[in-house]
């Protein structure tokens, strides 16, 4: 009974595992955007143009925080804005 429990768990596992990775690539690939964007892209992004950006959300308390390079995390910017509704 015990080899049917563990085998169980292993497929639901293993289930899980390929349902999240795909889930990944998906949102991944749904918008064509990069997961690290400058800062034109950035602007792009998010709609507005880059005086707007520099003067209004790139030093916003709260904004993510620019990363080396002068990029900026999509996935960061995206759960920014869905916290904002």
Same mark, same amino acid.
């Given at each position: +009974?015990?080899?049917?429990?563990?085998?169980?768990?292993?497929?639901?596992?293993?289930?899980?595992?390929?349902?999240?990775?795909?889930?990944?690539?998906?949102?991944? /690939?749904? /918008?064509?955007?990069?997961?690290? +964007?400058?800062? %034109?892209?950035?602007?792009?992004?998010?709609?507005?143009?880059?005086?707007?950006?520099?003067?209004?959300?790139?030093? +916003?308390? %709260?904004?993510?925080?620019?990363?080396? %390079?002068?990029?900026?995390?999509?996935?960061?910017?995206?759960?920014?804005?869905?916290?904002?509704?």
């Amino acid at each position: +009974m015990d080899n049917v429990l563990i085998s169980l768990t292993d497929w639901i596992k293993s289930i899980i595992r390929d349902t999240i990775t795909r889930l990944v690539e998906i949102e991944k /690939d749904s /918008d064509h955007y990069p997961e690290l +964007m400058d800062v %034109g892209t950035t602007c792009e992004f998010l709609g507005i143009n880059y005086d707007t950006f520099s003067n209004n959300y790139r030093y +916003m308390k %709260g904004f993510p925080k620019e990363l080396p %390079g002068k990029k900026w995390s999509k996935r960061a910017i995206k759960e920014w804005l869905s916290n904002q509704l």
